[in-house]
């Protein structure tokens, strides 16, 4: 199995000096098991140099990770930590699987690996190289449960510029953590004399340590041979102090050629033969590196003929970058080397090149390339690739440049800024007038599908009515994602409820979307055509018609070859629909099979999703346990930001919240989902949001808000005819739906109709699994109908006294009456006896 990246060390040349007191206090470090060690200096002391010499005999059981600013994603450092933890114990197979398969909560997936380690005797060294890029505080919380948790024969050595991290300051106090300073680094006599002799220099080293204090670097470039060397006896130890250094005793003696070509290279940290070559233009442009580095001066081997320079040289070398070149030459060298990156498929690389030269069309084809269909990208990465690299970046004019503005209005939505989409999509409006671009139009169309201020029949309209001006031709378009890994289509990216406000016409609707939306999806139209069928009708409690449209859908997807997503959604609707029709153990063995293809599949972009459904399935069966775990590794921060491509995992929150009895704190959160369905106009979402809402108020003893609440829900459910959200929360809302009924007799309000279609499917689900008993043998007067006709309606007495043209007491003997013959106490158990009966 091959990995991720190369985690071996650097190659040091043999024209170092060994520096033998640090490799005896890292050996002192590694003998005590569970022990660390913290090498903490400013650059130029040979951290780097001194720790790969010390592993250079281990060959094996070790791995060296570079870190860099991009570690401070929290998933691609658990994703790399993890490499190297799988490259330093590479017999163990089943933590390799895992570091492919990293996915949010990252902590947590980390943790559940590190317990995959095998078993044994051996000892281990894992390097955080440049550990001073570390700044984000989740990060480097992991390290004090790290050294607890992490086997006691694995020893981690971080390198970094600044002293340790407060975090760290306590296993340094109890002696956990052995920490190597600039102090202990710096060149003794004894080291001196070495390098004096290995440079045949006959300087004094009681000079040599006054000018210097020590500091390998300036010790170095102070020992290169020179007629002349200024009197720095009085002079601190600072960068300043190297740089005239260089500047006499490396730039000053070279040609212009070679000035040119290293203050060219110096703008890339990995320099290789390919990067040299596109950077210069010389053929022989590695040669003239390597040869360099054979001359031991200021760069190390990094592996598989990959160079770095000392970052204090390159920081000189740009010094000189940025003193000899014109600005306009200098944003030219960065679009040639953001051009090299952006050919070799590094996206993130390029761009901050093409943003330190304000390349805006590099930026917007990176941009348009990193939102490409990858199933191995997950919905977080592209997210956090937008905001740090363009919208983070007050430099970039993101609202003069469409295809910038596109992408922010896309990572609006996704963030659950509704104020903010509307803006960026606005301004797109006002362009698509004046752009020529096809595929910029092309994106804008696309785009416009998820402004909810536009009723989706008009859209489809508007797409059918445009296409051949503004569309390519069938399946030329690949979103990045069409529904965010969310497991159900209608209430993907796009509520798709709104189709539905006409059940005589719901299929012509969805047809009609999805006829103006082919030229973005192609082949895949028909698996989503039906899907979207099969889940609307799922809602409306249509089970029989829904199952055939969810099965033609999960066929159309295998067959046709769908991505992942879609057939992640056919799977998940005909669970539920499944579910539904009290066929619980397939449902249960589909569950299964869907849970083991994305495991196979390595589909970790499905994983939280799946994961929250996994979670929601255990909490209906009576698992508080399962509602306490969910809460403690996988929620949202109750009062961070909510992400609208996380609504699925919201809700199972707000579900756990409920289980395990933080009602309270499932009111506050359920309010802000309520809140944020309603900002995108999303019904589905609002209903089920103030369902739970409804549920909370009503177990914190809250009556009036708990009906205030269901009312809402009710009132949306009733426009659209949906039924189901209502039936899956049968346990916790038959007594509240109850406690509304008879405050609607009362009053005499509309949803009382619907209400009573709520209750009575209500009974039935919640009946389903009881053995039934044999049917009364009764023969229904057309009065008593007449009655049970009036009794779904939610009539009080009065009601159907008038309406029958009786008295009041007259009316309620016959409603008793009718009662007794149905061997029922209760106006919906009447009517749910009779339609078992064939009466409705």
Known sequence: MGYLEDFCPPEIDGKQIYRQRIASALDEAKGKKGHWVYVSAPGGFGKTVAVSQWLKPQKNKLAWLNISERDNDEGTFVRRFLGALSFAQKANRKLQREVKRTSPPFVEHLFRSINLMLDNDKQYVIVLDDFHCINNSKILDIFPILIKTLPKQVTICFIGRSIPNDVFVDSIFKNNITLISSKDLAFDSFELESILKQNRSQQDVEDIISRTGGWPIAVRALTMKSSELPDLRNSSIQEDLLFRYLDLHVWQRWDGKSQEFFMDLSL???????????????????????????????????????????????????????????????????????????????????????????????????????????????????VEFFK???????????????????????????????????????????????????????????????????????????LTETKANHLPEKGKIRTGTFTAAMPILHRSLRERSELALEPENLSQN????????????????????????????????????????????????????????????????????????????????????????????????????????????????????????????????????????????????????????????????????????????????????????????????????????????????????????????????????????????????????????IIVSIIERSNAGEERRPLPEVSLTDRENLTLKLISQNLSYRMIAQELGISHSTAKYHVLKLYRSLGVSSGPEALVKAKQMGYI
Not at 394 to 409: D, F, I, M, R
Not at 552 to 573: D, K, Q, V
Not at 676 to 697: K, M, Q
């Open 388 to 462: 740090k690299n363009i919208m983070d970046n007050g430099h970039l004019p993101v609202e003069k440049n469409p295809h910038l503005c596109a992408q922010c209005a896309f990572i609006h939505y996704m963030e659950g800024n509704a104020r903010n989409f509307i803006t960026s999509i606005e301004k797109l409006y006002d362009y698509l007038k004046t752009i020529n671009d096809p595929k910029l139009k092309a994106l804008i169309y696309v785009l416009r599908c998820l402004d909810f201020r536009i009723h989706l029949t008009d859209y489809a309209q508007e």
């Open 510 to 757: 969805v047809e009609k979307l999805f006829a103006g939306l082919s030229p973005i999806f192609g082949y895949e139209h028909e698996a989503m055509l039906h899907c979207q069928m099969a889940g609307i009708l799922y809602e409306q409690d249509r089970l029989t018609e829904a199952y055939k449209f969810a099965l033609e859908s999960h066929r159309s997807a295998i067959n046709g070859g769908s991505r992942p997503e879609l057939s992640f959604c056919s799977r998940m609707i005909l669970i539920a629909i499944l579910k539904a029709m009290e066929r619980g153990n397939e449902a249960e063995i589909l569950g299964s099979e869907v849970g083991k293809w994305i495991e196979d599949e390595n589909l970790l972009f499905l994983i939280p999703n799946f994961r929250a459904w996994r979670f929601r399935e255990r909490m209906e069966k009576g698992e508080i346990e399962a509602g306490k775990e969910w809460l403690k590794s996988y929620s949202v921060p109750l009062m961070g930001n909510l992400p609208l491509y996380k609504m699925y995992q919201h809700f199972t929150t707000l579900r756990a919240l409920i289980a395990t009895g933080s009602n309270a704190l499932g009111v506050m959160f359920g309010e802000r989902i309520l809140q944020l369905a309603r900002d995108f106009h999303r019904p589905s979402d609002v209903i089920e949001s103030s369902i739970l809402l409804s549920v909370a108020n009503w177990n914190i003893g809250d009556r009036e808000r708990s009906l205030q609440y269901l009312e809402e829900a009710l009132e949306e459910g009733c426009k659209y005819g949906y039924i189901t959200l209502f039936t899956e929360e049968r346990e916790w809302l038959r007594s509240i739906v109850e406690a509304y009924l008879k405050g609607a007799k009362q009053d005499g309000r509309e949803l009382s109709h619907y209400s009573m279609k």
């Open 268 to 382: 890339v940290q990995e320099l290789d033969e390919d990067i040299c070559r596109a950077i210069t233009g010389i053929e022989n442009s590695f040669d003239l590196l390597r040869d360099f580095y054979a001359k031991g001066n200021f760069m190390n081997s990094i592996g598989k003929g990959k160079y770095r320079l000392h970052d204090l040289f390159r920081d000189f070398l740009m010094e000189k970058l940025n003193a000899t070149k014109t600005e306009e030459e200098i944003k030219e060298l960065n679009k040639r080397i953001g051009d090299f990156f952006y050919e070799q498929g590094d996206y993130c690389s390029a761009v901050s090149f093409y943003v330190r030269c304000q390349d805006l069309q590099g930026i917007s084809d990176c941009s348009a390339s990193f939102t490409q269909y990858d199933p191995s990208l997950s919905i977080e990465a592209r």
